[in-house]
């Protein structure tokens, strides 16, 4: 999808299973970087590691990209969260519903700039 749209796009091969901090996709064009944290759900609500989002910021500062969280519900598309955009549960988790992505999220398009 990036590729398509130029915008460069890297899978970051064993992201979640390295002892170093790494986002799943890390993307960048026209003068913006990006590291993305992808989850994809069938429905309901997606909880999200601290550890897992402390490194993407880890990361994303380190690298002098913008952190993200990209979310896919079935037959819904994918929506692109910034960190500071993500619910929390009752417990205090990092959370993020169908309803708080279609909310707060941005649709590919908007995210890489068409169709704002």
């Known amino acids: 999808m990036f590729w398509n749209n130029n915008l460069a796009c890297l899978r970051v091969a064993g992201s979640g ?15 913006r970087v990006m590291a993305i944290e992808c989850k994809a759900i069938k429905s309901g609500i997606k909880y999200l590691k601290e550890q897992q989002l402390n490194e993407l910021q880890i990361f994303a500062k380190a690298f002098g990209a913008e952190p993200w969280v ?47």
């Open 70 to 116: 990209a979310i896919r519900f079935n037959r819904q598309g994918w929506r692109f969260l910034p960190i500071t955009e993500l619910g929390k549960s009752k417990g205090g988790t990092a959370s993020i519903s169908l309803e708080h992505a279609q909310k707060k999220g941005l649709t590919f398009e908007q995210f890489i700039g068409k169709g704002l």
């Open 17 to 31: 299973s390295t002892t170093l901090p790494a986002p799943d996709l890390l993307v960048g064009g026209a003068g």
